[in-house]
């Protein structure tokens, strides 16, 4: 058996530098759960949701899965949806890829690589969608990078028309859910510029932010961060 023994160590020095900066920090966090984000993101080890906003323990809520999809027959992320919106009452839900995405790639390149295939067909089929408008990116890379933008626009269209959102915003909820990317390569996160607060005017919100997609000039991994 593996020594996690290392893991343990630097639990303890975590849990002493928090008390010391701040010695009602595990009282107050064991005391409620109040976060105003729920964040959608990938399972990369290297997109950790409180590092990327600079939140603590208990002011964001988090979902993880493999390139960040929300499919409307997966109950752990509804249900995760489900009790950030209706018992946590968040304001804000986060969808948020990443350029890099390694199940984005395997979609875009038809990898094999098990069970996971079956999962990363929702890639693939918004592959197929936008296929015309990846076919104009001039590189592989160019278009991977696309992809990764048109996953997180179309997911926020998945998380806006599940039924649990529908039904907050039919109660006047007030509860907004938008799209970033984030960059591996300088730390930035970036607003793809799709926010949608109700039901009205989603498509057209949605067809907005495919269309500044479409526009290489206005989606480069610099200028605009959120």
Not at 34 to 44: A, H, N, R, T, V
Not at 82 to 89: E, G, M, P, S, Y
Request: charged fraction near 20%.
């Amino acid at each position: 058996m593996s020594d996690l023994k290392h893991l343990f160590e630097q639990n303890r020095l975590w849990s002493e530098q928090m008390r010391t900066e701040n010695p009602d920090f595990f009282k107050r966090l064991a005391s409620i759960q109040s976060p105003e984000y729920l964040w959608i993101g990938c399972s990369d080890s290297r997109v950790p949701a409180n590092q990327i906003t600079g939140l603590l323990p208990g002011e964001v809520f988090v979902h993880r899965n493999v390139a960040n999809l929300v499919v409307h027959s997966d109950l752990n992320c509804l249900s995760v949806l489900q009790f950030a919106v209706d018992v946590l009452r968040v304001k804000h839900i986060l969808v948020v890829g990443h350029y890099g995405c390694g199940g984005v790639k395997a979609a875009h390149e038809n990898l094999r690589l098990g069970l996971v295939d079956n999962w990363l067909r929702h890639i693939q089929d918004v592959r197929q969608k936008h296929a015309r408008l990846l076919d104009a990116c001039p590189t592989t890379e160019s278009r991977i990078d696309r992809l990764c933008e048109l996953n997180v626009v179309e997911q926020v269209l998945n998380v806006s028309q599940t039924t649990v959102l529908q039904e907050a915003w039919n109660r006047g909820q007030d509860v907004t859910v938008h799209g970033w990317i984030f960059g591996l390569d300088n730390g930035l996160a970036q607003d793809l510029y799709i926010s949608i607060c109700s039901r009205d005017g989603m498509q057209d919100i949605y067809d907005a932010a495919i269309a500044r997609v479409e526009i290489p000039d206005l989606t480069e991994k610099v200028g605009l961060t959120a």
